[in-house]
């Protein structure tokens, strides 16, 4: 069997799509979290009560983020998807973001945004500043409050369109492919 993180995320730059493995759902005040050695999604962490996460959260399998970690999607809640989905997004753009820990060096934490290729409840929106500022911003805020929690720092450094996205994703591509070469 595949290792779901070492699946094809079959990028097509042309039509801003790829494949997204689905951890959290929407709505859902656990963190789930993909282990590699099992194969199978753990309870990672609780959030207090009354947080919840207002996106579907997974990662973009085969790539690789300045975390060390597959790079992280949020897609724009629609339908309930269980922990493990896989599907097909259109990416809308990306939160360049920065975390830090106490006394620690910044690492890299970024966030691509996409919706349901078959989308029935976004299907004209194709570009993150569709959304509105509002949007990000309530995003960044959630993810703020949800690294405090751990003592983190969350900081975006930059928000950018699909086309960054698509940047973002090959560049964790080759970070991926490089570590399965050594």
């Keep these: 069997m595949r290792e779901l993180e070492q699946l094809a995320n079959e990028l097509d730059p042309e039509a801003f799509t790829c494949r997204a493995i689905i951890e959290t759902p929407n709505g859902s005040p656990a963190k789930f979290a993909y282990d590699l050695e099992s194969g199978l999604f753990h309870l990672g962490k609780l959030l207090p009560l009354g947080l919840a996460f207002p996106v579907d959260f997974g990662f973009i399998p085969s790539t690789l983020g300045g975390d060390n970690d597959p790079l992280d999607v949020l897609v724009l809640p629609e339908v309930h998807l269980p922990v493990g989905t ?97």
């Design 86 to 182: 896989l599907l097909e997004v259109r990416l809308l753009g990306i939160m360049e973001a920065e975390q830090r820990k106490a006394n620690k060096r910044p690492k890299r934490n970024d966030r691509i945004i996409a919706r349901l290729i078959d989308s029935r409840l976004y299907p004209g929106i194709d570009d993150l500043s569709q959304l509105g500022h509002a949007f990000v911003d309530e995003l960044a805020v959630f993810f703020q409050t949800y690294k405090a929690l751990r003592g983190q720092t969350y900081e975006i450094l930059n928000v950018g369109g699909p086309d960054r996205a698509i940047a973002i994703i090959r560049e964790g591509e080759r970070r991926f492919q490089a570590k399965q070469a050594a």
